[in-house]
């Protein structure tokens, strides 16, 4: 699928058998999601732009590079925040950005309930974050919210995503980069990923 990459590394799919795994308890289920979460950032940040710099050694001049932007992390609540902490230690400097958003269980329609974001993202690189692309419904929300916010440089960090759902964010935002551990096979009647984990944010917190 144009613009989706499926990050095949074998510690990522190790961890995402953990997480499919119904007896992984939350601690574990944490443990795994923290791990892969900070894997799938290293891959999804080969293209970040850099701008070439002089650096002083005690010894002499060097070229070196800065990243030409500044990196603003969204996750979305409540399940992208078991992704935040390993991807934060990984890119200290970044602000972060939270979206809170909830499928309501009848409709599958996404509602916001919370949004802290910087105020003008046109000059950063976003890192928009969930582990569940199901009907697609809340990245299109999310999306819309960060393009009214003027973000520009925006790629997704996805750990389960079905079809349905990469469909319906395309339609939206073909250019969207999408970096995944897998592309599923459906969603069910309920709009739940097959076979997916079940509900990420209840097995993170152990509802
Ligand atoms: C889950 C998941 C995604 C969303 C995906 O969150 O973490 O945000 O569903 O579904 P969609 O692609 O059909 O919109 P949910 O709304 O259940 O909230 P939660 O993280 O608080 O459980
Ligand atoms: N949200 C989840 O947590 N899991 C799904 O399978 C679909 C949406």
Aim: aromatic share 6%; net charge positive; with cysteine.
């Amino acid at each position: 699928m144009k613009g989706v990459t499926v990050i095949s590394h074998p510690l990522v799919q190790h961890n995402l058998t953990r997480l499919r795994d119904k007896r992984t308890r939350p601690q574990e289920f944490r443990r795994c999601l923290s791990e892969m979460s900070a894997l799938m950032l290293h891959e999804a940040t080969r293209s970040f732009g850099l701008r070439p710099v002089a650096v002083q050694t005690p010894l002499a001049k060097a070229k070196g590079y800065q990243l030409e932007r500044e990196i603003v992390l969204v996750p979305i609540l409540r399940a992208g925040l078991g992704m935040l902490d390993s991807i934060l230690q990984l890119v200290p400097n970044a602000r972060v950005g939270f979206i809170g958003l909830k499928r309501d269980e009848t409709t599958q329609r996404a509602m916001f309930y919370h949004k802290s974001l910087p105020r003008d993202l046109t000059d950063f690189e976003v890192v928009l974050i969930d582990p569940m692309l199901a009907t697609g419904g809340s990245i299109v929300a999310a999306m819309n919210l960060l393009v009214e916010l003027g973000a520009k440089h925006v790629r997704f960090i996805n750990l389960i995503a079905a079809p349905e759902g990469i469909r319906h964010v395309r339609k939206f935002y073909p250019n969207l980069p999408i970096f995944t551990a897998v592309v599923d096979e459906k969603l069910n009647d309920k709009g739940y990923i097959l076979p997916g984990l079940g509900d990420a944010g209840d097995r993170l917190f152990g509802v």
